[in-house]
């Protein structure tokens, strides 16, 4: 049954903070003494307007401490620009990362939020010398510049989805290569007629993610996981979601509990493989 109520999303021991990082986590808090399994990502991870995300499946399941480390829309720029992250990951057994998409980090282009990567703060001189006809004063938010820049629709916008990629395989390979301990790759890859639409010319989640960049990660990797999921206005899981009045439309747009449920049971297959 829906949590209909003005207010968040979520309650509020939900969001926690652990040692120096400024990034919010799934709460409550855990200790953090003693083994665990660290499961690092973005609001899927986190378990937006789901009362058991797939973390917390998972410990059931595994019958071993798994931390939730999910943090909301955040991408590669707060996972990997983050080094008590990296530090709470090394305490850790092993660790699953969701893969982000390839537009909440700054580049060469442009520059994004430090912790909400999805927020578009200035473009570079670079960006303004590829592009010296747009007006970015109006552009905050990073799918609403690929959009804009996708509109022109001439070779410069392959030089700029170039570099994303590029420095998404880059940055987040160094920060694999600095996890000491076993890492799951969770690639999760949003499908259905009603995510496609709204996602636009630019593609659902993750976006600009193709083989080729996931193939550059496996090498730091014990185990990578892709699984097609759907959103739950289009999975029929909308009705077993918390959110408040004003919330439905967003809840429409995140995986639900029936999905995350999937998630944490071929998460335990890929981890009771690797023992």
Not at 69 to 95: H, M, P, Q, R, Y
Not at 175 to 191: E, G, K, S, T, Y
Not at 197 to 205: H, K, M, T
């Amino acid at each position: 049954m829906s949590y209909h109520q003005t207010g968040a999303a979520v309650l509020e021991d939900s969001v926690c903070q652990y040692a120096a990082s400024k990034l919010r986590f799934r709460g409550p808090s855990r200790a953090l003494d003693g083994s665990y399994l660290a499961c690092i990502g973005g609001d899927e991870t986190f378990g937006r307007f789901v009362e058991h995300p797939y973390v917390a499946i998972l410990e059931g399941m595994l019958d071993r401490k798994c931390v939730n480390f999910g943090s909301l829309l955040c991408g590669v720029e707060a996972l990997c620009g983050d080094s008590t992250l990296v530090g709470l990951a090394n305490k850790s057994d092993l660790c699953v990362l969701q893969l982000p998409g390839a537009l909440g980090q700054s580049n060469r282009f442009y520059r994004v939020h430090p912790r909400r990567n999805d927020r578009f703060l200035s473009p570079t001189s670079d960006l303004l010398t590829l592009y010296p006809e747009v007006d970015f004063t109006d552009v905050h938010f990073v799918r609403h510049l690929l959009g804009l820049l996708h509109s022109y629709s001439d070779a410069r916008f392959e030089i700029v989805t170039h570099e994303l990629r590029k420095k998404w395989v880059e940055t987040l390979g160094v920060f694999l290569q600095a996890i000491r301990p076993p890492v799951v790759l969770l690639n999760l890859q949003f499908d259905g007629e009603i995510a496609h639409e709204v996602a636009g010319p630019l593609g659902c989640e993750p976006v600009f993610v193709d083989t080729e960049m996931m193939e550059a990660l496996r090498p730091y990797s014990a185990d990578v996981v892709s699984m097609s999921v759907r959103i739950s206005g289009e999975s029929d899981e909308l009705e077993d979601m918390l959110f408040g009045t004003l919330q439905q439309p967003m809840a429409e747009h995140m995986i639900g509990p029936a999905t995350h449920r999937r998630i944490a049971e071929t998460l335990f297959r890929s981890i009771r493989d690797l023992h």
